[in-house]
């Protein structure tokens, strides 16, 4: 069952507007129905204020409209519960006042399919600490469209061309057409290439850790002498909140009270979103074909390649990735 927020204070008609009134305007977002406001006369602590909730939970059985503390639990809004992340992350102070409340059902706490947004981004499912399965977005599964291509992209990055017919009897670079990150949804595509240049620096870790649900202790701690994080979780872990509200309604106090991310798992997802040990595979797999092909096109194949190989490693990611149709 979908959760409520109460606010207390003076009813309210902007749900919107009380939401961003406490710091949780993030839960209401574009790709999602707008949130209603309900009347609550005798909320959590006998106070009187407002129930927000959503549209599409307004269904027999599964809704909030009313506070029962027989049948519900009230967890207040803290700032300081917002701020805080993975253990070892130092709580940030905050202004935002206690006088809001997350309002759950005993008997019916919220899953993952009551929290989807009404249009959410695909993904790969992935199971993070509660049990469940959350669809992290995926940036080479973001809404595209098809563009003119000018030998580069508006931010300067090469675009692969996926048709070169012309459309006018005098061709030109305009001519060739593409495919982009619609503009709308550009912010969120340059967002994930952080989570892509982190992961790219650990891909022998990543392909350990792909598909491996949990670690041990003692597994853990191989791979951290192996190949020691040079992230801190108090990025990652606002980050993959961040990424997992656009799917979601769902805010840092939430991942942490149901305990979603962990250091046995961050990475993972981080993987998830970026698609980052394929691009590496991919672009191996590239790169030994090229020196194949030049092997056997040079008449001096038996000499060494021009290409030097002997550097494996990927390099810096790229400004930009290529988007796919």
Known sequence: MH???????????????????????????????????VECGDGPGRQAGTLITWPDTLRPGQAIDHWNPETMTALPLSGTALAAGPSGVPPA????????YFVFNDKRPPKPSDLLRSHSFEGVPTKLGDGHEWTLPNQFRLPTCFAFDEGRGARGEDRAIVSDSPLTPHPSPLTRVTTRIKATHQPLYDRMQWA???CRSHLSFLKKSLGREVFSESEWAALEHDQPR????????????????????????????W??????????????????????????????????????????ALHPSPLDTSDTSIGEPPSSTPALA
């Not at 102070?93 to 809001?100: I, Y």
């Not at 801190?232 to 805010?251: G, I, K, Q, S, W």
């Not at 979603?260 to 797999?285: C, G, K, Q, S």
């Open 196 to 198: 892509l240049a982190a």
């Open 93 to 100: 102070a905050s202004a935002v006042p206690l006088t809001a």
């Open 259 to 300: 305990e979603l991310f962990d250091p046995t798992n961050y990475w993972r997802a981080l993987a998830r979103i970026t698609d980052a040990a394929a691009i590496d595979d991919l672009v191996a797999e590239l790169q030994k074909k090229t020196v194949e092909a030049a092997e056997r096109l040079s008449p001096l």
């Open 230 to 257: 040079h992230i801190d979780p108090a990025e990652a872990f606002p980050f993959l909140c961040e990424m997992l509200a656009v799917n979601y309604r769902v805010t840092p106090q939430l991942c942490e009270l």
């Open 3 to 37: 959760y409520a927020v109460f606010i207390s204070g003076p009813r309210t008609n902007d749900a919107v507007a009380a939401l961003c009134s406490v710091g949780l305007g993030a839960l209401a977002q574009s790709n999602d129905v707008a949130p209603m406001a």
